[in-house]
């Protein structure tokens, strides 16, 4: 009987103690989405959203970050049931509010664009209405199961949703440049360099929308908990910090042409760090 409780003991003892538990980890839930983060390659880790988190996890030693591959749907998934996960790149809706703690922004999403293939620009207009797109039922499009687009785009699907929904934006430009959907709303930045990797640098175009012309900004999700409330508030304690020093704008730039670069610099001061 001794010998059993003193096992039992020296079991206990063996076992991590509070500071190693899951209750200071943070699972960040990552997915290929070049150039905003980057999971494999020549350019591994290296995009927007990896960089951004790097500041973010150097300033917070008291976590334990493990940083783990997943489509966004089941990322929400995870932070919607309360587990101990974030994600950088959301963007914040009265939804998701209801649904987790937003930190401050973290980069800028300059406008949506209609992606189409090159060979098939004729179609369509510039500006092109994206309400008319969607009404169009002989013309297909698909969206990312559970992504926030804008305000205005995100409207627009909610009144006339597409048939077809992806979880990893390259199953969508795949299907693009084979044809089997006729359009995308995308990021021209993430649509180009996807068909970059895939070696069809050139073959899709971006076209500006008639309704839809808005900056918007990703930030950090985390539970709607009080776990996820004090991780949101140590974080927005780090980017006041970073975000106004030159390497962190840097972060927020890369990858940009000349002109969009342009276009970051003009609100990076007036709007970006003063948005809460």
Not at 70 to 91: D, N, Q
Not at 103 to 130: E, M, Y
Not at 209 to 228: I, L, S, Y
Request: aromatic share 10%; charged share 25%; glycine share 4%.
């Amino acid at each position: 009987m001794l010998y059993r409780v003193l096992s039992c003991f020296l079991l206990l003892a063996s076992l991590p103690g509070p500071a190693a538990m899951a209750a200071d980890q943070i699972i960040w839930g990552k997915h290929h989405v070049p150039p905003y983060m980057i999971r494999e390659g020549e350019w591994a880790h290296q995009g927007i959203f990896d960089l951004t988190l790097d500041v973010i996890k150097e300033n917070l030693p008291q976590y334990q970050h493990m940083e783990l591959g997943a489509p966004f749907p089941r990322v929400l998934s995870e932070i919607k049931k309360g587990s101990h996960w974030c994600y950088i790149g959301t963007l914040k809706t009265p939804e998701r509010e209801a649904l987790g703690h937003f930190s401050l922004p973290t980069s800028i999403f300059l406008p949506l664009r209609i992606i189409v293939r090159r060979d098939r620009l004729a179609q369509f207009k510039s500006p092109q209405s994206l309400q008319a797109l969607l009404q169009n039922r002989q013309l297909t499009t698909s969206v990312m199961r559970d992504r926030s687009y804008s305000p205005t785009v995100d409207k627009l699907l909610a009144a006339y949703p597409p048939r077809e929904y992806y979880s990893e934006q390259v199953e969508a430009i795949s299907m693009l440049l084979a044809g089997r959907i006729d359009y995308m709303i995308e990021l021209p930045l993430l649509a180009f360099d996807q068909a970059r990797l895939m070696g069809r640098a050139g073959e899709l175009v971006a076209i500006p929308t008639q309704e839809a012309d808005e900056v918007v900004f990703n930030r950090v999700m985390c539970p709607k908990n009080e776990w996820g409330r004090k991780v949101i508030e140590q974080i927005d304690k780090v980017l006041a910090a970073n975000r106004d020093k030159p390497y962190y704008r840097s972060i927020v730039e890369k990858w940009h042409d000349p002109e969009s670069v342009a276009e970051i610099r003009k609100i990076y001061d007036s709007v970006f760090l003063r948005i809460q």
